[in-house]
């Protein structure tokens, strides 16, 4: 079985060449679901230590998209290995999108990453994406959170048409919302009626873990 206090440390610490090194053996012994669930939880925790890292100032974006990158390769190396059912439950479901007039996406990849690695599962409707959308995607999937991810100034009233929608649909107590990106403030976020705001990916995890507990 793989040493996982090592593994957790080695993804939090970046290195992804030990990350791989260590998940090739230990695919390579045959492990149960159970056991690969055990590993799936200390990658989870090594993402903990780089967004802890991230909030303390010693790693950067490049870092987060890094972490993330390293993260998604040691799950997809993983998956075949989890049978149906043996899986962790899912702490709760996020809707998440880049909103109308809005093609950035980096920020919003960090914190669906960040996002899958503490439990949530999250629905990515994309880049560009109307207040119908994101209407449809609520009512599909029931989210507890909805994200809206914007970094230019005009995606602010984006924000707003989503949340004034999801009102008039009914839907808006249903969920919190969280919004992020280069654009918002404390002021957009009482502009636009959002629950909550933050221009860091890990903060917002946070926020978001505390909304389901």
């Known amino acids: 079985m793989i040493d996982t206090a090592v593994l957790k440390q080695a993804l939090g610490d970046l290195e992804e060449d030990k990350v791989e090194e260590l998940l090739d053996t230990f695919i390579t012994g045959g492990p149960s679901s159970d056991e690969t669930q055990l590993v799936v939880e200390a990658c989870q925790q090594g993402m903990e230590i780089v967004g802890d890292n991230f909030e303390a100032g010693t790693y950067f974006v490049g870092d987060l998209m890094y972490a993330a990158q390293i993260l998604t390769t040691s799950l997809e190396k993983l998956k075949p290995l989890m049978s149906a059912g043996s899986g962790q439950a899912s702490k709760g479901v996020i809707v998440l999108g880049t909103v109308a007039g809005d093609i950035h996406d980096i920020g919003k990849n960090i914190y669906k990453a960040l996002s899958e690695a503490a439990g949530f599962t999250v629905i990515d409707i994309g880049i560009d994406q109307p207040a119908d959308a994101f209407i449809d995607a609520v009512k599909a999937n029931n989210p507890q959170i909805v994200g809206l991810s914007g970094v230019l100034t005009l995606s602010i009233a984006s924000m707003k048409d989503i949340i004034d929608a999801l009102a008039g649909a009914g839907l808006r107590d249903q969920v919190k919302v ?14 636009v009626g959002a629950d909550y705001w933050s221009k860091n990916a890990a903060a917002s995890v946070k926020k978001g873990l505390e909304y389901v507990s």
């Open 178 to 191: 969280m919004i992020g990106g280069n654009a918002v403030s404390a002021e957009t976020c009482e502009f």
